[in-house]
Every structure is written in structure tokens, then in C-alpha cells.
């Protein structure tokens, strides 16, 4: 089992940067997938990033490809994930989760974190 909390959610203008955390609680986090995902108001959740377990292997959204920067630290259990030049269509509950597969699937991660919410002003 793995337990997911995300952080550094907040409010910022159009232009400026914020970096989320994912900590996860666990002695089997270094062995998962750890991909961030998001959900707009009336949306369905989409993929953002994706880090594989041994951080060989990323993959991104178009829509965020040069502007977001997954990272992870086993030895911390935690995930990072570094926003810049943040949009206001960036707003949205961000979603920190783990999985065996690497992949770009909702379903694909098996633990989830609550949330944090990311609002972009115009």
C-alpha cells in the first residue's frame, strides 16, 4: 500500500511558476510509477506527466511539453512537479498517483492522492 498527499497548490498570475509535491508513505514507493494527472471543473481527469520507478523514462502532455518538469526522490518518497509559464487553462485539481506500469492511463495507477487545487489568473 501507498498512501499519496500532493502540496503546493495555490493561486498565481498567467506567466508564473508553481512546483507541487507528492509525499508518499510506504517502503514500496521507489518500486512504482508515479504519474500526475489533473481535473477542470466539468472535465474529465487528464494525463499530465508520467516518471518511471527508476526515473529513466518520462513522458508528458502535449500541452504542457517544455513548460512542466516531473521529478522524484526515492530516498524521500516524494514527486515534483516543477510548473512554469502556467496558463490560466492550467487550472485544476492536480493529482499526484502511483503505479506498477509506467503509463499515461487513469487506470493504470492503483494509489491516489486527495488533491490540490492549482488556479491560474488572467
Known amino acids: 500500500q501507498v498512501q499519496l498527499v500532493e502540496s503546493g497548490g495555490g493561486l498565481v498570475q498567467a506567466g508564473g511558476s508553481l512546483r507541487l509535491s507528492c509525499a508518499a508513505s510506504?517502503?514500496?514507493?521507489?518500486?512504482?510509477?508515479v504519474g500526475w494527472f489533473r481535473q477542470a471543473p466539468g472535465k474529465e481527469r487528464e494525463f499530465v506527466t508520467a516518471?518511471?520507478?527508476?526515473?529513466?523514462?518520462?513522458d508528458y502532455a502535449d500541452s504542457v511539453k517544455g513548460r512542466f518538469t516531473i521529478s522524484r526522490d526515492n530516498a524521500k518518497n516524494t514527486a515534483h512537479l516543477q510548473m512554469n509559464n502556467l496558463k490560466p487553462e492550467d487550472t485544476a485539481v492536480y493529482y499526484c498517483?502511483?503505479?506498477?506500469?509506467?503509463?499515461?492511463?487513469?487506470?493504470?495507477?492503483?494509489?491516489w492522492g486527495p488533491g490540490t487545487q492549482v488556479t491560474i489568473a488572467s
Open positions: 498517483a502511483a503505479g506498477i506500469f509506467f503509463s499515461s492511463l487513469p487506470h493504470s495507477f492503483s494509489f
Open positions: 510506504g517502503r514500496t514507493f521507489s518500486s512504482y510509477a
Open positions: 516518471i518511471s520507478f527508476n526515473s529513466v523514462y518520462t
